[in-house]
């Protein structure tokens, strides 16, 4: 199983950018779809974007489509979430999760790995 940990979370006001990043142990990594995830307080966990094995293919939740962009470098077993534009309404805390092969629609509980999380804050 692999494991996973997030890292890059902060407080930002908004308009501004934040990187998080999912480290991944193992050395398959690259053998894994990785999904980003968010929850708010009060709130069910909702899909933020994934990303295919070899990268190729990436989707996006309506929400962040064009303000957010997920990568992943197999060779450093790392998936980012590049965050433009942000909102007061991203504020959560994100999850990045990994499964074999994408299932669509995404949907957290399809995912059986997870990270600890990442607390994300955007001032108004």
């Known amino acids: 199983q692999v494991q996973l940990v997030e890292s890059g979370g902060g407080l930002v006001q908004a308009g501004g950018s934040l990187s998080l990043s999912c480290a991944a142990s193992?050395?398959?990594?690259?053998?894994?779809?990785m999904g980003w995830f968010r929850q708010a307080p009060g709130k069910e966990r909702e899909f933020v974007g994934a990303?295919?094995?070899?990268?190729?293919?990436?989707y996006y939740a309506d929400s962040v489509k064009g303000r957010f962009t997920i990568s992943r470098d197999n060779a450093k077993n790392t998936v980012y979430l590049q965050m433009n534009s942000l909102k007061p309404e991203d504020t959560a805390i994100y999850y990045c999760?990994?499964?074999?092969?994408?299932?669509?629609?995404?949907?957290?509980?399809?995912?059986?790995?997870w990270g600890q999380g990442t607390q994300v804050t955007v001032s108004s």
């Open positions: 193992g050395r398959t990594f690259e053998t894994y779809s």
């Open positions: 990303i295919t094995r070899s990268g190729a293919t990436t």
């Open positions: 999760a990994a499964r074999p092969f994408l299932k669509i629609p995404i949907r957290p509980g399809d995912f059986g790995a």
